[in-house]
C-alpha cells in the first residue's frame, strides 16, 4: 500500500462508528506500523442523529486530518449514506447495511445483512459494527486481520471478547461471499 | 523498557502530558469538547498521588488551580470558550498574584455556546487579551497528538519558570483526533520544577528577586510568610497604592515576557529557504496549511510555512522579517481573522497579507488555501 487510503465509516449516533473507526485506526496505526489520523464528527446529542467517523491510512506522513475524496465508505443508515456517500471516489468501495438502506443511487455498492447478522447470529445488534469492520477488512485489505484482531480486543469491554470475535468471523465470512 | 506506541486523542495526549510534567492537582468542570482532559486526570491523579476536584463551574475550578498552585502544587485545568470565559477573572488573578498553572482551552465554536462538537480557533485574541488590564500572555498551540503531549509538559515548565499561568490552546479538531504516538521516557523530555527558597524565612521576599523568571518561590503553609491579591502589591505581597510600588509591580509582570522573547519564540518553519509566498498558521488549521504547501511546491509555486507553536507572545521578530522575504503572506486559520491582525501588525514592508479563513466548523481545506495562494501568487 502506498497511498492514501480514506475510510469513512457513518450511520446513527450509538451505533459505535467512532469506536469502529477508534478500532480500525488502532489496527492499522499501532499493529500495522502504517500512519494514520482517525477524526469523527457528531452532534451535541448521545444517541440519534447522523455519525461518522474517518480514518486516514497512509505509509506517508499525513498533513491534512479530514477525508474529502472516500475510498472506503461505510453507511449503517439510509440517512448516513445519503449524507455521507457524495464524496465516494467513482471507483471506491462501498459497503452497506442491506435492512436499514434501501435506496443507493450507484452501481456495484455492497449491500451486507450487517445488523441482521448481528441480531441472529451473535444474539445483540450492538456488534454490527465489528462485523462491518470484519467485512471491509476482508473486501479491501486495508488492515490485516490478525491486526484488526488485536485491535477489536483492545479496545471492546472485558467479557465480550467472545462475541466480538464472532462478529468478526461473521464480517470476513460475508467478505468472502462478496 | 520498551518504547510504547499509542493510538491518542489529542485530549488523552494532553492529560499524559501534564501526568509526565508532574501535574499533582486538576479543577475544573467538564466541557465539550475538552471534558476527556479532566475524565483522563480524573483517572490519573488519583493513581500518582495527586488531587483531582470538579467543582461546581468554571470559576471555582480555576478557584481551585489557584489555590492549589499558591500551595505549591503543579495544577491545570482544562476547559473551552463558555467556560474560558468565566475564567477570565481569575486568569487576571493568577497573573497579578504570579500562580504558575497551565489551562487548556480546546477551543469550539463560539461566540456564547455556539457549536459545543466543532472546532474553532476563535479565542486566540481572548486568550491574549480576554482578562482586564495590562498583563502578558503565554499561549502554545499544538497540531499534532505529539504535540498536545509535548506541549503541555512545555506549558508547566514554563508556568514554572516564568511564575504565571500558560495558555495551551488547543481545539476540538485537535482535542478529538487520533494519531499515534511514541510516549517519552521519563527523563527523555525536560521538566523544569521552580526552586525553593533556602534563605530565612524572614528575609523572604515573595515578590523580590528582579522579574522572578527562574527564581526561588515559596509554597503557602512551607513556613515562609506572604501575601497573595489581586491588589496591586508590594515585594512582600501587601496592598499599595503607592505610585512607584505600582510602576515596579506592572513592569515586573511585563519584563518577565518582555525581557525573554527569543526563549519564547518558537516557530516551526518548512521550505522557508526560498518561499516568496509564506502561509502563516498554526494548531489544526496548519495541518492543511503543510499540504497546501506541498501542492504548491508541486506546481512550482515557491510556497513556505511559518507554524508558530508558542503564539503569544507572538512571534513579531520571526514574522516581521519573513514579511521582508515574501512577496505575500496567506494566514489561515479557523475565525473571522484574529490572528492575522498580529501579522499586518508586525508587517513593516507593506507586503501583501491575505486572510485564507474558515468559521463554519468545518476544517480549512487544501483546495481553499491553494486558492489564497494562487490569488497571492498573481
Redesign the interface.
Known amino acids: 500500500m502506498s497511498k492514501r487510503h480514506e475510510i469513512r465509516l457513518s450511520g446513527s449516533g450509538g451505533q459505535g462508528m467512532i469506536t469502529a473507526g477508534v478500532i480500525l485506526a488502532e489496527a492499522a496505526g499501532v499493529y500495522d506500523g502504517q500512519n494514520v489520523v482517525q477524526s469523527q464528527s457528531y452532534g451535541p446529542e448521545a444517541r440519534g442523529g447522523a455519525s461518522k467517523a474517518e480514518v486516514i491510512i497512509s505509509d506517508q506522513e499525513i498533513h491534512f486530518t479530514k477525508a474529502t475524496a472516500i475510498d472506503i465508505l461505510l453507511a449503517m443508515t439510509q440517512e448516513a449514506w445519503d449524507k455521507y456517500s457524495h464524496d465516494l471516489k467513482s471507483d471506491g468501495v462501498a459497503v452497506v447495511d442491506s435492512f436499514y438502506v434501501k435506496e443507493v443511487d450507484r452501481p456495484g455498492v455492497h449491500k451486507l445483512p450487517l445488523a441482521q447478522m448481528a441480531r441472529q447470529e451473535v444474539g445483540i445488534e450492538m456488534v454490527a459494527n465489528i462485523i462491518a469492520l470484519g467485512a471491509i477488512a476482508g473486501i479491501t485489505k486495508v488492515v490485516t486481520r490478525e491486526s484488526l484482531e488485536k485491535a477489536v480486543m483492545s479496545r471492546i469491554p472485558k467479557g465480550t471478547e467472545d462475541k466480538n470475535r464472532q462478529a468478526l468471523e461473521i464480517g470476513f465470512r460475508l467478505a468472502a461471499g462478496v | 523498557m520498551s518504547k510504547q506506541?499509542?493510538?491518542l486523542q489529542g485530549n488523552e495526549a494532553c492529560a499524559l502530558g501534564a501526568i509526565y510534567a508532574g501535574c499533582d492537582f486538576f479543577g475544573g468542570y467538564p466541557i465539550?469538547p475538552s471534558t476527556e482532559v479532566a475524565e483522563e486526570m480524573a483517572l490519573m491523579l488519583p493513581r500518582s498521588g495527586g488531587k483531582f476536584i470538579q467543582m461546581e463551574d468554571e470559576i471555582a475550578g480555576i478557584g481551585t488551580v489557584l489555590g492549589a498552585a499558591a500551595a505549591g502544587a503543579k495544577a491545570m485545568t482544562a476547559t473551552s470558550g463558555p467556560g474560558f470565559s468565566l475564567m477570565m477573572e481569575l486568569l487576571g488573578y493568577g497573573c497579578m498574584a504570579e500562580l504558575p498553572c497551565v489551562i487548556v482551552n480546546v477551543q469550539r465554536g463560539g461566540p456564547s455556546t455556539g457549536l459545543?462538537?466543532?472546532g474553532a480557533q476563535a479565542d486566540m485574541l481572548q486568550a491574549r487579551w480576554g482578562t482586564h488590564g495590562d498583563h502578558q500572555a503565554i499561549a502554545l498551540c499544538p497540531s499534532s497528538i505529539e504535540e498536545c503531549f509535548t506541549q503541555t509538559v512545555k506549558c508547566f515548565n514554563l508556568a514554572e519558570r516564568f511564575r504565571m499561568p500558560v495558555l495551551l490552546m488547543m481545539d476540538e479538531?485537535i482535542g478529538?483526533?487520533?494519531?499515534?504516538m511514541t510516549i517519552p521516557q521519563p527523563g527523555e523530555l525536560e521538566t523544569y520544577t521552580h526552586p525553593r527558597p533556602k534563605i530565612k524565612p524572614a528575609e523572604y521576599r515573595h515578590f523580590g528577586e528582579g522579574t522572578g523568571v527562574g527564581g526561588a518561590y515559596a509554597a503557602m503553609g512551607s513556613g515562609y510568610r506572604f501575601n497573595i491579591t489581586g491588589l496591586t502589591h508590594d515585594p512582600k505581597g501587601f496592598p499599595t497604592n503607592r505610585a512607584d510600588e505600582t510602576k515596579w509591580k506592572m513592569d515586573r509582570l511585563r519584563a518577565k515576557v518582555a525581557d525573554h522573547l527569543p526563549e519564547l519564540t518558537e516557530v516551526e518553519r518548512e521550505f522557508m529557504d526560498d518561499a516568496e509566498i509564506v502561509i502563516f498558521s498554526y494548531g489544526?488549521a496548519a495541518?492543511?496549511a503543510?499540504?497546501a504547501v506541498?501542492e504548491a511546491r508541486a506546481q512550482g509555486v515557491k510556497a513556505g510555512l511559518l507554524r508558530p507553536t508558542v503564539v503569544w507572545p507572538f512571534p513579531d521578530q520571526v514574522v516581521t522579517e519573513a514579511l521582508r522575504q515574501a512577496r505575500a503572506m496567506v494566514v489561515a486559520e479557523l475565525n473571522q481573522g484574529q490572528m492575522i491582525l498580529e501579522v499586518e501588525r508586525a508587517n513593516r514592508t507593506h507586503t501583501r497579507v491575505l486572510p485564507a479563513l474558515r468559521y463554519d466548523g468545518e476544517?480549512i481545506?487544501?483546495a481553499e488555501v491553494m486558492n489564497v495562494i494562487a490569488e497571492a501568487a498573481r
Open positions: 506506541v499509542a493510538l465539550t459545543p462538537t466543532k479538531f478529538h483526533m487520533r494519531e499515534k489544526a495541518r492543511t503543510q499540504q506541498r476544517m481545506t487544501p
